[in-house]
Antibody, heavy 121, light 110 residues
Framework: QVQLVQSGPEVKKTGASVKVSCKAS????????ITWVRQAPGKGLEWMGW????????NYAQKFQGRITMTTETATSTAYLELRSLTSDDTAVYYC??????????????WGQGTLVAVSS | QSVLTQPPSASGTPGQRVTISCSGS????????VTWYQQLPGTAPKLLIY???QRPSGVPDRFSGSKSGTSASLAISGLQSEDEADYYC???????????FGGGTKLTVL
């Protein structure tokens, strides 16, 4: 079955960068795009963007433009999220998920287990 | 502030029917489809409803979705204790040029 396994927790200093990985299995990697969603402690879900795995075209949420990069490595069926210039507001659990459908009719399924990124000074 | 508005909480007793609303605008729900996710405590979100009213395989038919105009609803019938979770609606928003999530609704089974 389709499964996404994410990298382990990270602790970063303010101003640093973090790179989270998401390894897919159970399907042909270019078949589905990958999206990233984060959740701050006790808060709701926040969409960060997505990447089309067949051509690496990205669409980032306006809030993260300029400090976010999503990439893929087809040979290992792995997607990556890099977030730069971290602040304490970036402390959150970061989830990857496959996305299906089109931009106007889409859904995220399944999701990875999440990666906690803690940012402190 | 989310562009999709959900009540922060909802509750019901076992066996009851509960509905959770998701209010938006023409730039999102009014012209795009709605998705619902369930997040059990301490776990990753799970797809519950897609394309307004479609259930993925494995999701009980106690869960149903609907959409009318710029609003959508998630209904849970025959409420069970294991339904206690956070529920989120989502839709593409043309103004944001991105995906908008509702703020989430915490469902408590009394």
């Amino acid at each position: 079955q389709v499964q996404l396994v994410q990298s382990g927790p990270e602790v970063k200093k303010t101003g640093a960068s973090v790179k989270v990985s998401c390894k897919a299995s159970g399907y042909t990697f270019p078949s589905y795009g990958i999206t990233w969603v984060r959740q701050a402690p006790g808060k709701g879900l926040e969409w960060m963007g997505w990447i089309a795995t067949y051509n690496d075209k990205t669409n980032y949420a306006q809030k993260f433009q300029g400090r976010i990069t999503m990439t893929t490595e087809t040979a290992t069926s792995t997607a990556y999220l890099e977030l730069r210039s971290l602040t304490s507001d970036d402390t959150a659990v970061y989830y990857c998920a496959t996305y299906r459908g089109t931009y106007s009719d889409h859904w995220f399924d399944p999701w990875g287990q999440g990666t906690l990124v803690a940012v402190s000074s | 502030q989310s562009v999709l508005t959900q009540p922060p909480s909802a509750s019901g007793t076992p066996g009851q029917r509960v509905t959770i609303s998701c209010s938006g605008s023409r730039s999102n729900i009014g012209t795009k489809t709605v998705t619902w996710y369930q997040q059990l405590p301490g776990t990753a979100p799970k797809l519950l409803i897609y394309t307004n009213d479609q259930r993925p395989s494995g999701v009980p038919d106690r869960f149903s979705g609907s959409k009318s105009g710029t609003s959508a609803s998630l209904a849970i019938s025959g409420l069970q204790s294991e339904d206690e979770a956070d529920y989120y609606c989502a839709a593409w928003d043309a103004s944001l040029n991105g995906v908008a999530f509702g703020g989430g609704t915490k469902l408590t089974v009394l």
